[in-house]
């Protein structure tokens, strides 16, 4: 999840763009995106900044966050499933002839500001070092940490470890869930893999502003995902040309969708989103 740092850097690249080091790789749909290549990595990393001119803040956060309104509207998804812990389990289409792709992740919302809304979601137990080396996620910090990776060299009193299937690494062998307080930590076992490739790097995050008339929203998206395997540039570079811009789009006309149904049959009550206390963003 975004800091309040990072997240007062992004309202401020809503007014004033960041772009040093960031090559302008396409514009579709009202909005600019950039990639920037990660260092000592074949991969880049993504952000888009835009504005939707009819899609209020708050409906675009609600139709971000419903994966069952998902299946609707998005046909490159496969299905998704929520686990335990709160980890989402979801499979995505890939090009032909390439196989889907499986994410376990954490989805996290904050609402600093009335009609500001930051929604994160990032894989569990790997994160990406400045230098462009793949980590093992620990923090000791209860709460704002996602899912950990246990070291091995940590002491184990209160949890039991678990065996993550097709590990040989002993420091990847278990995943632990920080808690508040003085709980003991919970554990999440990944599923047995199936035909899809498991993606252990993803994260996203968005941020929402009300426009000035309130009618629309500023965003900012930024994007990351290393889809493993042995992808030409080529396919990629095309995958991502066409991905990006369609989702922009898709779920532009969804939430146009979802305001005119709600305006014939209004919601009896608001549906729940993930929440997230003491995400570190303050008003």
Partial sequence: ???????????????VPKVDGWELFLESHGFRIYRKNLPNTPLYEYKALGHYPDVPSHLLADVFTDLEYRKTWDKNMVGFNKLEHGVIHYTTKFPWPLSPREYFYELTVHEPKAGHFCVSSQTVGKTRAGDGTLQNLFSSNNYKSMVTLVPASMPMASTSRLAVPGSSDAATSSVSLPTT??????????????????????????VMV???????????????????GHIPSSIVNWATKHGIPGFLKGIQD??????????ETPPAAQRDRPATPDSGIEE
């Fill in 254 to 263: 969804a939430c146009l969708r979802r305001a005119a149904a709600q305006k």
């Fill in 1 to 15: 999840m975004l800091s309040d740092q990072q997240f007062q850097g992004c309202l401020a690249e809503l007014q």
């Fill in 181 to 206: 307080g003085s709980e003991a930590h919970k554990v999440f076992k990944l599923p047995p893999a199936n035909k899809s490739v498991r993606v252990e790097e993803y994260r996203q995050d968005v």
């Fill in 210 to 228: 009300p426009s000035e008339d309130g009618k629309g929203c500023h965003v900012w998206f930024g994007y990351f995902d290393d889809p493993k």
